[in-house]
């Protein structure tokens, strides 16, 4: 496999985009990819000061990578949740997130530990309020909660974490599966700020697979964390993972196709009152039957001129 650009070996293809690339071209195509989506969904601009949530997983050290690299004015944001079941975990992310952080003198790093702040653990408020098998729910509450709280005092204009599009798709997929309206209507690439005191928020990644945000990181040497969560092991979302990886790998593009055509689902107006069907009905000009069509109904439509 040769590169599209200037054919050397390739150290990616990508089927779904139809390209391989060597590892030069690679870097300067996935930060590109990157700053289309941001203008594309107008997420911010040179001006605004960023927040990003950094896990020091390769997504989110990748993302503050590329915002860096972009000359976005971006920040940082670690949370300890207090995870330190056989693993480590929250140290670990938190060795790795400084690690970067060290290298880029020109930004900040805000460090919050929910022990410290708070007198308790993530696990610990967990088992408390009987959610030990999957502290998810609370983990994300706590998790939210001080993203907001942390933008909002520091002067942040908008928040940044790197969900990948097949984070979104399985976010997606599960709210599908179960008709969860209130959230469906909540995933977007942006969710604008609110007056009631909520930042708003952006993925800069939603349209990039996680193979592209990891071969990202790994060719440009970013140390990141490579165990997941220990909570992370059994939950549904993975298992929704698993199912569109299947499919994906029968039909590449898929994720993707998921993901933009909900997106344009809801521009056209999935989610609108106004746009409901009965109210956009009219009398077809031909048989008088109620159409969403201007002019002829469909039936008409089939019949020709
Ligand atoms: S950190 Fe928290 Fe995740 Fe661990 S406890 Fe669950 S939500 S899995 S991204
Ligand atoms: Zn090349
Ligand atoms: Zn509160």
């Known amino acids: 496999m040769k590169c599209r650009k200037c054919g050397a070996p390739a ?3 990508m089927r779904h985009h139809k390209l391989a690339l060597c590892a030069a071209h690679y870097l300067t195509w996935f930060v590109q990819q990157t700053e289309r989506a ?3 969904y107008r997420m911010f601009t040179h001006d605004e000061r960023i927040l990003v949530a950094v896990s020091g997983g390769k997504d989110s050290l990748a993302l503050w990578d590329v915002l860096l690299r972009l000359g976005y004015r971006a920040d940082g944001l670690a949370i300890d949740l207090g995870i330190d079941d056989g693993v480590y975990y929250s140290e670990h992310s938190l060795e790795m997130t400084q690690a970067f952080a ?3 003198p020109e930004t900040r790093l805000h460090v919050v530990s929910i022990p410290a702040r ?3 653990s993530v696990p610990e408020v967990a088992r408390r309020k009987r959610r030990v098998q999957r502290p998810c729910s609370v983990c994300g509450l706590i998790k939210r909660h001080e993203m907001n709280r942390v933008a909002l005092e520091e002067g942040y204009d908008v928040l940044a974490t790197g969900h990948n599009l097949d984070d979104e798709a399985a976010t997606l997929f599960g709210n599908v599966l179960r008709w969860q309206c209130t959230y469906l209507r909540r995933q977007a690439p942006v969710l604008p700020a609110n007056d009631a005191g909520l930042a708003r928020k952006v ?3 939603c349209r990039s697979y996680e193979r592209e945000t990891a071969a990202y990181a790994l060719l440009r040497d970013i140390a990141y964390i490579y165990e997941e969560c220990p909570f992370a092991v059994g939950a549904t979302s993975l298992e929704h993972k698993a199912t569109l990886a299947q499919l994906e790998h029968d039909a590449p593009g898929t994720k993707l196709h998921f993901y933009l055509s909900f997106l344009k689902a809801r521009r056209e107006g999935l ?3 106004e746009q409901q ?3 956009a009905l009219h009398p077809c000009q031909k048989c008088g039957q109620p159409t969403i069509a201007p002019d002829l109904c469909a039936f008409c439509r089939l019949w020709g001129k």
Do not use: L
Request: net charge neutral.
């Open 102 to 104: 060290a290298q880029h």
């Open 11 to 13: 150290v990616i293809n």
């Open 118 to 120: 708070y007198g308790e």
């Open 277 to 279: 069907e009965g109210t």
């Open 271 to 273: 989610f609108s009152a």
């Open 38 to 40: 941001i203008h594309k």
């Open 203 to 205: 993925k800069p990644f």
